[in-house]
């Protein structure tokens, strides 16, 4: 089997900027893939394990979930390569199966993130001493804010602010129109501010 130069895919254009780059990369390579080509497989999942793991995972709120469905969503990748039509971002087309499948995993596990974040989190009865500890302190608060959004609102919030792909990306991601990216940031932006004045109300 013909290896693909992944140092030549790696270092297309020294001139372009990174995520430049990172696109043209990850375009050789998902060819290659479509081909059969396991060894940029095995680059591109080194490439998107991190990451999708902690997407998804943020969705299921549970980290072994979100192991089984980023090793699913790569399968897809591997078995679809060549399904891709490069109308997106090949990072777009692949956070958009991770993404579905995450909502499908939840579905299929018969809860909802609501449910479980009820038994998780209470901010209204903290007890912790360090609540005015620190900024370590205040960021757990804000992941926890987070969590309490619903896996729509909190995906939007990720991709956009976290994972700094536009409101047209994020939409290609999620499968929805960019006004509705829109809406759903609005809603979540209003919940953070909520939840957040929450935490800073008992801390004073």
């Known amino acids: 089997m013909k290896e693909l130069p992944v140092q030549a895919a790696i270092t297309i254009d020294d001139r372009l900027p990174a995520a430049a780059v ?17 060894v940029a497989f095995d680059t591109l999942y080194r490439h998107y394990y991190a990451r999708l793991t902690d997407f998804v995972a ?13 090793n699913d969503t790569m399968y897809a990748v591997w078995t679809g390569g060549a399904r ?13 199966i991770a993404y579905h499948k995450a909502l499908k995993r939840l579905e299929r596990e018969r809860r909802t993130m609501a449910d479980t974040l009820d038994e ?17 302190q205040l960021q757990r608060r804000l992941e926890t804010a987070l969590a309490q959004l619903s896996p729509a609102h909190r995906s ?16 290609g991601i999620v499968g929805c129109p960019v006004n509705t990216v829109k809406t759903r940031m609005f809603h979540a932006r209003a919940r953070l501010r909520k939840l957040l004045s929450a935490v800073v109300s008992h801390k004073n």
Request: glycine share 6%; no cysteine.
């Open 22 to 38: 990172a696109d043209r990369r990850d375009a050789v390579l998902l060819a290659a893939i479509a081909g059969g080509d396991r």
């Open 84 to 96: 891709f039509a490069g109308r997106s971002r090949v990072s777009t087309w692949i956070f958009g």
């Open 58 to 70: 943020r969705i299921l709120h549970q980290h072994e979930l979100a192991e089984e469905v980023v």
């Open 156 to 171: 939007v919030v990720e991709l956009t602010f976290l994972l700094e792909y536009s409101y047209e990306e994020a939409a």
């Open 120 to 136: 998780e989190f209470d901010l209204a009865d903290d007890t912790d001493p360090g609540l005015d500890a620190d900024a370590a």
